[in-house]
C-alpha cells in the first residue's frame, strides 16, 4: 500500500492511504448524479405543466361566461336575421350579416336580396323577433350549438292585425376572431 503524507497547519503530519482519495470523486460523483437527476424531474414537470397549459387548458375557456356568451351570441343574431322592416331593409340586413359567418352569411345574403327583400317590399312587411328562451346544446372552445325559442311578429299595412309566430331554432356558433358568430340556423321541431 501507498502512503502519502500531508502537513496540516499545526505541524503534525496526517496520513492518508489510496482508498480514501479515491473515495473523494466518487463522492462527488454520486453528489452530481443526484443533483442531474433533480434538474431532470423538475425540468420534466416543467414541461408537464407547460403542456396542460398550453393544449389543455384551453378547454377551460367552455365554462359559465362562455355559455352566456354563446347564449347572448345566438339570441342577438337570431333577433338580427329574423327582424327587418320594409322601409330600412339594407340596414336591417347589414346588421343580420354582422352576425354571421360561412355558408350561413353567403345563403343569408342571397335568400335576403332574393326573397325577402323582394315580398317585404311588396307586402310592406315588418317582422320583429324576440327570443323567449335560449340554452347551451352543446359548448366547445371554438364552436357551439345553441337551442332559441322564438316569437316573431309580421306586421304589413294591408293586414289588420299582425301574425304572431312561435319557432324553435339549433344555431351552431362558430368563434371568429375572438367573437362567436351563426355559422348554421337549423329550424327544429
Same mark, same amino acid.
Given at each position: 500500500m501507498t502512503a502519502e503524507h500531508d502537513s496540516s497547519l499545526d505541524g503534525t503530519e496526517k496520513t492518508m492511504d489510496g482508498k480514501a482519495i479515491r473515495r473523494r470523486p466518487r463522492r462527488y460523483l454520486?453528489?452530481?448524479?443526484?443533483? =442531474?437527476? &433533480? &434538474?431532470?424531474v423538475i425540468a420534466a414537470v416543467g414541461v408537464a405543466a407547460g403542456v396542460y397549459f398550453i393544449l389543455y387548458r384551453p378547454d377551460q375557456q367552455v365554462g359559465d361566461a362562455a355559455a352566456r356568451r354563446a347564449i347572448q351570441a345566438a339570441s342577438d343574431g337570431a333577433v338580427a336575421a329574423l327582424s327587418y322592416s320594409y322601409d330600412h331593409l339594407n340596414r336591417d340586413f347589414s346588421n343580420a350579416k354582422s352576425h354571421l359567418t360561412g355558408d350561413f352569411l353567403a345563403y343569408y345574403s342571397k335568400f335576403a336580396d332574393e326573397a325577402v327583400a323582394p315580398m317585404a317590399q311588396?307586402?310592406?312587411? &315588418?317582422? &320583429?323577433?324576440? =327570443?323567449v328562451r335560449a340554452a347551451v346544446s352543446e359548448l366547445h372552445p371554438d364552436s357551439a350549438v345553441v337551442l332559441v325559442f322564438i316569437d316573431q311578429t309580421t306586421a304589413s299595412v294591408r293586414k289588420k292585425d299582425p301574425e304572431k309566430t312561435q319557432s324553435s331554432v339549433l344555431v351552431t356558433l362558430k368563434k371568429v376572431d375572438g367573437s362567436w358568430l351563426i355559422a348554421k340556423f337549423d329550424p327544429s321541431g
Amino acid at each position: 500500500m501507498t502512503a502519502e503524507h500531508d502537513s496540516s497547519l499545526d505541524g503534525t503530519e496526517k496520513t492518508m492511504d489510496g482508498k480514501a482519495i479515491r473515495r473523494r470523486p466518487r463522492r462527488y460523483l454520486a453528489r452530481w448524479r443526484s443533483i =442531474v437527476a &433533480t &434538474t431532470l424531474v423538475i425540468a420534466a414537470v416543467g414541461v408537464a405543466a407547460g403542456v396542460y397549459f398550453i393544449l389543455y387548458r384551453p378547454d377551460q375557456q367552455v365554462g359559465d361566461a362562455a355559455a352566456r356568451r354563446a347564449i347572448q351570441a345566438a339570441s342577438d343574431g337570431a333577433v338580427a336575421a329574423l327582424s327587418y322592416s320594409y322601409d330600412h331593409l339594407n340596414r336591417d340586413f347589414s346588421n343580420a350579416k354582422s352576425h354571421l359567418t360561412g355558408d350561413f352569411l353567403a345563403y343569408y345574403s342571397k335568400f335576403a336580396d332574393e326573397a325577402v327583400a323582394p315580398m317585404a317590399q311588396k307586402g310592406q312587411l &315588418t317582422a &320583429t323577433a324576440t =327570443v323567449v328562451r335560449a340554452a347551451v346544446s352543446e359548448l366547445h372552445p371554438d364552436s357551439a350549438v345553441v337551442l332559441v325559442f322564438i316569437d316573431q311578429t309580421t306586421a304589413s299595412v294591408r293586414k289588420k292585425d299582425p301574425e304572431k309566430t312561435q319557432s324553435s331554432v339549433l344555431v351552431t356558433l362558430k368563434k371568429v376572431d375572438g367573437s362567436w358568430l351563426i355559422a348554421k340556423f337549423d329550424p327544429s321541431g
